[in-house]
Each structure stands twice: as structure tokens, then as C-alpha cells.
């Protein structure tokens, strides 16, 4: 059988690109052997853990084990589309994450927006030190934190609303306000850490484009809205893109600190039920049953953000 010309032209090419990249790969080594512990770390902690997925389809018994629990195959799902307190659970998940993901995810924009427009650089240090403090404090701290100062006796607030002649407020009690405390909170502890990434992504944008607007007698704010604003779309769209994957998060080690059984009604979310139900009454099951649920519905979530991004504004994370 004859070769063709062609044929010879592309598997000389093709072997060229297999010795190409094998080169790289020799020149490159140190830095794929830096990704080792990286990639070890991923398959021990995120990859291995999977294997426990199949709990979430078994009657488990922590004393008999994988092999000696019952498979009952989907009965833990139809438990939870079933369940009552878990149609609730659910959609306080999804109230308080969309609170958070509609009221706070423009803070660190703005943040970011104001800050590049100030001139002073030691101002802006300071300001920047000040908002990102509160990051690096536990939630545990912060909790104790709000509690003292917004409880009913004695408490800052509650101080300030009873000198102007109203009655104090168990915030922490009412089901009327813990969400409100979930969501400002959230905003206080993360949003001025939430900019660095804007603030980064503002840094680099090309600084012959302010000086080409203000030579053409653009002045801040429209360099701001023209220039600075389009110029982090992407990283805006990555990161909301990236949110959506975590909307069924809604803080569980934040709402674990602060809330009670009183609060449950509004304030139960997926992961402090998958607490309560996993280790409170060792339901392992049903808790794995209601994790794997979040984590596809956060996947799927992940997908539809990146095809309506890739629609909408003509870009995506992949």
C-alpha cells in the first residue's frame, strides 16, 4: 500500500508535535514536580472522600460498615423530597443565599471602584488595612462579637433604639430579623476582602487609556464607568459565575455560630441540617443523601451561570 504525500506531511507533523512537547515537558520538569503536592493533595481530600457518595444510597450502620449496611438504593432521596422540614430547610437556603449573592456581591465592586480612585497612597492603605481585618477573625469571634453588641439588655444597639423611645430587640430570638443579621454580618466580615481580587483585576487595566480619556476631557466618573467598569466585566462574570456554584452554601459555619432552635424556621439551611441530622441523631444516610443533593444542584447551578454568561455577555470560564 502506497503512502500519499499528504499522509507523510502529517505524520511528520504529528511527530514533531509529540517531540515538541515532550521537550517542554523535559525543559519544564522542576515546575510539574511543584504540581505534585498540589494534584496529591486534591486526590486525597476532595477525590477520596467521594467514595463515601455511596452512603447517601444505603440504610448505613456505622458499626456494620460499607459492606454491612443495606442498599436501599433511592428511598434516602424520595425521605427528602418527601420531607416537610426539608422543603423549609431548602428554601431558607435559597433565601438567604440569594440575599447575599443580590445585596453583597456588588459591595467589593464598589469597594474596589473607590478605592482606585483615591490618590492619597497612605489613605488608601489605611482604608484597605481597616476593611480587610475583619476577614481574618472566626466566625466564632464575630458571633460573640454581634451578640454583645446587638443583645436586648444592654446591648449598643438596642441602647441607641430605647434613647429614641423604642423597645429593645432580640435579634438573635426573631425570626423576623436573623437573616437580616446573617446577611449584614456576611457583608461586614467578607466584603472588604471580597475587593482584592477587583482591585487587582482594576490594576491591570492599561494606564494609557485614562490618560487618552482625560486628555479628551473625560473626567473620573466617566473614566470610572467607561474605562475601569468594563475593564473588570470578566473578572466580575468569573466570579458570579463561580458564586452560583456555592448558592446553596448560604454560610453554614457562620449560621452554625449564631443561630438556635428558636431561629430554625428561618434561619435552618442545608448545611446546619446535614449537621443536625448527620451527627444530632446519626441519620448518616439521609445527611449524605441531602449533601449530594446540594453538591449537584450547586454543579448544575456552575453550568447554567457559564451557558447564560457565554449567551448574555459573550463570556465564560470555559
Excluded at 261 to 279: A, E, F, P
Aim: aromatic fraction near 14%; charged fraction near 15%; charge should be positive.
Amino acid at each position: 500500500m502506497s503512502v500519499t504525500t499528504t499522509e507523510l506531511k502529517q505524520g511528520v507533523g504529528t511527530a514533531k508535535v509529540s517531540k515538541n512537547r515532550w521537550k517542554l515537558f523535559i525543559t519544564n520538569l522542576d515546575l510539574y514536580v511543584l504540581l505534585i503536592p498540589g494534584l496529591l493533595f486534591l486526590l486525597l481530600f476532595k477525590y477520596t472522600p467521594m467514595y463515601g457518595i455511596i452512603i447517601a444510597f444505603m440504610d448505613f450502620n456505622i458499626f456494620d460498615g460499607f459492606t454491612g449496611s443495606k442498599w436501599v438504593g433511592l428511598a434516602q432521596f424520595e425521605k427528602l423530597i418527601h420531607s416537610e422540614e426539608f422543603m423549609q430547610v431548602f428554601v431558607n437556603t435559597l433565601l438567604i443565599s440569594l440575599y447575599k449573592l443580590v445585596l453583597l456581591f456588588p459591595v467589593p465592586i464598589i469597594i474596589a471602584l473607590l478605592l482606585n480612585e483615591v490618590r492619597k497612597s497612605w489613605f488608601k492603605r489605611t482604608i484597605q488595612t481597616i476593611i480587610f481585618l475583619p476577614h481574618f477573625l472566626s466566625w466564632v469571634i464575630i458571633s460573640g462579637l454581634f451578640i454583645t453588641i446587638l443583645s436586648p439588655s444592654g446591648g449598643l444597639i438596642n441602647n441607641v433604639i430605647q434613647f429614641f423611645g423604642g423597645t429593645s430587640i432580640s435579634f438573635f430570638l426573631d425570626n423576623h430579623y436573623f437573616r437580616s443579621v446573617l446577611v449584614f454580618t456576611a457583608g461586614w466580615k467578607e466584603s472588604g476582602w471580597n475587593a482584592i481580587i477587583f482591585i487587582a483585576a482594576i490594576a491591570g487595566i492599561e494606564q494609557e487609556q485614562y490618560e487618552a480619556a482625560s486628555i479628551d476631557g473625560a473626567g473620573r466618573i466617566r473614566q470610572m464607568m467607561h474605562i475601569t467598569l468594563p475593564g473588570i466585566v470578566p473578572t466580575i462574570i468569573l466570579i458570579l459565575v463561580l458564586r452560583l456554584g456555592y448558592l446553596l452554601e448560604a454560610g453554614t459555619e457562620q449560621i452554625l455560630t449564631m443561630y438556635n432552635s428558636v431561629v430554625y424556621q428561618t434561619g435552618d439551611v442545608i448545611g446546619t441540617y446535614v449537621y443536625r441530622i448527620g451527627l444530632g441523631q446519626q441519620d448518616y444516610s439521609f445527611s449524605t443523601a441531602v449533601g449530594l443533593f446540594n453538591s449537584v444542584i450547586g454543579f448544575l447551578l456552575i453550568v447554567l451561570g457559564n451557558e447564560l454568561s457565554k449567551k448574555v455577555v459573550k463570556r465564560s470560564i470555559w
